[in-house]
Nanobody, 125 residues
Framework: QVQLVESGGGSVQAGGSLRLSCAAS?????MGWFRQAPGKEREGVAT????????LYADSVKGRFTISQDNAENTLYLHMNELKPEDTAMYYC?????????????????????WGQGTQVTVSS
């Protein structure tokens, strides 16, 4: 049974840092983090090809967030620095066994078939 379990969310002040973790069961070719704020659509934050390690980031988080993986622990991370109030959202871990975007991983939520329950991140000004 596929499981993606997120942890590490919380409340921080602007400028602070958090590290999200996603413990995964099974093999996935693509993994990533998405977020959804109240009243907004879910958006891709960062994704990683677990084989080659290539990454994609949303423009809004480039230079502040880093996605990484620990293959031995089968865990995905999102290191978030210089957090801003607009980063406030529910953050979801996502994964898929296939590279569905012309043989590559993408930032499109439709290309990910497995999702975690989410972890809340709240950034206060």
């Amino acid at each position: 049974q596929v499981q993606l379990v997120e942890s590490g969310g919380g409340s921080v002040q602007a400028g602070g840092s958090l590290r999200l973790s996603c413990a995964a069961s099974g093999y996935f070719a693509c993994m990533g983090w998405f977020r959804q704020a109240p009243g907004k659509e879910r958006e891709g934050v960062a994704t990683i090809d677990t084989g080659g390690g290539s990454t994609l980031y949303a423009d809004s988080v480039k230079g502040r967030f880093t996605i990484s993986q620990d293959n031995a622990e089968n865990t995905l991370y999102l290191h978030m620095n210089e957090l801003k109030p607009e980063d406030t959202a529910m953050y979801y871990c996502a994964a898929d066994r296939y590279r569905k975007w012309s043989g590559r991983c993408s930032m499109l939520s439709a290309t990910f078939g497995y999702w975690g329950q989410g972890t809340q991140v709240t950034v206060s000004s």
